[in-house]
Each structure stands twice: as structure tokens, then as C-alpha cells.
């Protein structure tokens, strides 16, 4: 099954890149899922809610940032090429994590990943709506599968590296480092035409 949504997906080259910017772009979603409750615990223990509502508060900002930007793309999407939203979908994530990083304000990291959780929506639809589009249905199950792997895959590999270079060096610096990595996986679209285009 992943053989046969490897063959579609190597000669579609829209799809293809768009899963290769996809699998760097998300790596540091692994580090972040990895670190976050390690950074929030060592930066806001002391804010007055306690690390473990502090943390609640983050993930809550994350979730409404998702809702809204699920809706404001279904709006105002079809305006947009879906290539280059999906640029500015992993600038801005990249930009957003590494400022919340460096930030020790709760009420500012809250906002941040409210911004973070908006910018998700903005690579993630068009990003499924092209599969939607250029996949055949009879391969559809097989394609989006494969994608998942790889994507989901370097995902779970970034929690491992996310967490050794964590415990060497801190949580903060990793989620910055690794948020200017997916900052620049989006910026690299704007020069491959096959994303840029998409």
C-alpha cells in the first residue's frame, strides 16, 4: 500500500514537495510537543498560577488559534494561492515559536500561541486541499497514508532529538533554534516553483 503511494506521489511533483517542506517545516512541532512542558515549568512556575495551569493556558491559546484560523481560511482561502500560503504558514510558525521561546511574559506566550495555532491552519488546508485535489480517490487512502508517515514520522524522531539536546543545553534554545528551521523550510518554497506555484 505505501509502495503503491510512493509511485503516485514521486511523479507528482506539487505533492511531493509540498510533503518534503512538510516533514522539515513540522520537525520542530515535535520539539515543541517534546519541550514545552519542561520550558513552561523552568520559565513560568512562579507566575502565580502554577506551571501545570500555565501549560493549560498555552495549549488553550494553541487550540483557539486553531479554531479561528480554521475559519478564517475557510473565508477568505480561496483568495490566496495555496502555495504560498503555505509558505507563510511555516514562516510564521517558525517566527512564533522561536519568540515564544525567548519570551518570559505568560500573558505574551499565550498570545503567541494563539498566532501559532492560526498560522498550523494556514499551511494545513491548502496543504490537504491540494491532496484533495491532484490525488486520485481510488489512491487517496494510500497517498495521504504515506504522507502521514513521513510527516508524522519526522515528528516523532524531533521529540527524540528535541528532548537530548534539551536536556544538554535547556528547553528554550532548542524551540528557538528549531522554530528558525521551520522558518526557513517555508522561506526555501519561495524558490522551488513546484511549491511557490502549487
Known amino acids: 500500500e505505501l ?4 509511485q503516485f506521489l ?3 511533483t506539487v505533492l511531493l ?3 518534503l517542506q512538510s516533514a522539515v517545516g513540522q520537525f520542530s512541532l515535535g520539539i515543541f510537543i517534546a519541550l514545552t512542558p519542561s520550558f513552561v515549568q523552568l520559565t513560568y512556575n512562579s507566575s502565580g498560577f502554577g506551571w501545570q495551569a500555565a501549560y493549560g493556558f498555552l495549549e488553550t491559546g494553541i487550540g483557539l488559534g486553531n479554531l479561528v484560523g480554521g475559519f478564517a481560511i475557510g473565508l477568505i482561502g480561496t483568495r490566496f494561492a495555496k502555495g504560498r500560503m503555505v509558505i507563510g504558514g511555516y514562516i510564521a510558525l517558525g517566527i512564533l515559536m522561536s519568540l515564544f521561546a525567548l519570551s518570559g511574559n505568560l500573558a505574551v506566550a499565550i498570545g503567541l500561541t494563539f498566532g501559532q495555532g492560526v498560522a498550523n491552519m494556514i499551511f494545513i488546508i491548502p496543504s490537504q ?7 486520485p480517490a481510488d489512491l487517496m487512502g ?7 508517515a513521513l510527516v508524522f514520522g519526522s515528528m516523532t524522531i524531533a521529540m527524540l532529538v528535541g528532548s537530548i539536546f534539551g536536556q544538554i543545553v535547556g528547553p528554550g534554545p532548542v524551540i528557538a533554534v528549531f522554530g ?7 522561506a ?5 516553483p513546484a511549491v511557490r506555484d502549487a
Not at 3 to 6: C, D, L, P, S
Not at 180 to 186: D, F, I, P, S
Not at 188 to 192: E, Q
Open 3 to 6: 509502495a503503491a503511494g510512493w
Open 10 to 12: 514521486r511523479n507528482e
Open 17 to 19: 514537495a509540498n510533503t
Open 129 to 135: 486541499t491540494m491532496f484533495q485535489e491532484r490525488t
Open 142 to 148: 494510500r497517498v495521504v497514508g504515506l504522507r502521514f
Open 180 to 186: 528558525l528551521v521551520t522558518m526557513v523550510a517555508g
Open 188 to 192: 526555501a518554497g519561495w524558490f522551488i
